[in-house]
């Protein structure tokens, strides 16, 4: 029988403090993209603009960051 030992050590995740938070859009209707940003306000402005164009109102709206899990000491 074979025995094991466990520890547990408590962890956090934060942003990675050498990356940016970036923000994008896509139109569900017609596959238009929003440029993406650090600043989700910028996109959000776009996708309202592409809305009042072309009468378009879904969107796929990705948030992406790079985490870092470090032991919390």
Same mark, same amino acid.
């Given at each position: 029988?074979?025995?094991?030992? $466990? =520890?547990?050590? %408590?962890?956090?995740? @934060?942003? +990675?403090?050498?990356? *940016?938070? @970036?923000?994008?859009? %896509?139109? $569900? ?16 402005? *776009?996708?309202?603009? +592409? ?9 796929? =709206? $990705?948030?992406?960051?790079?985490? $870092?899990? *470090? =032991?919390? *000491?």
């Amino acid at each position: 029988m074979t025995r094991s030992i $466990l =520890r547990y050590t %408590k962890h956090r995740i @934060t942003q +990675h403090p050498d990356t *940016e938070v @970036t923000f994008e859009a %896509k139109c $569900l209707t017609c596959g238009w993209e929003a440029e993406p940003s650090a600043d989700g306000a910028a996109v959000d402005v *776009e996708c309202m603009s +592409h809305t009042g164009r072309t009468q378009h109102n879904r969107f796929r =709206r $990705l948030c992406t960051s790079v985490a $870092l899990v *470090e =032991r919390a *000491e």
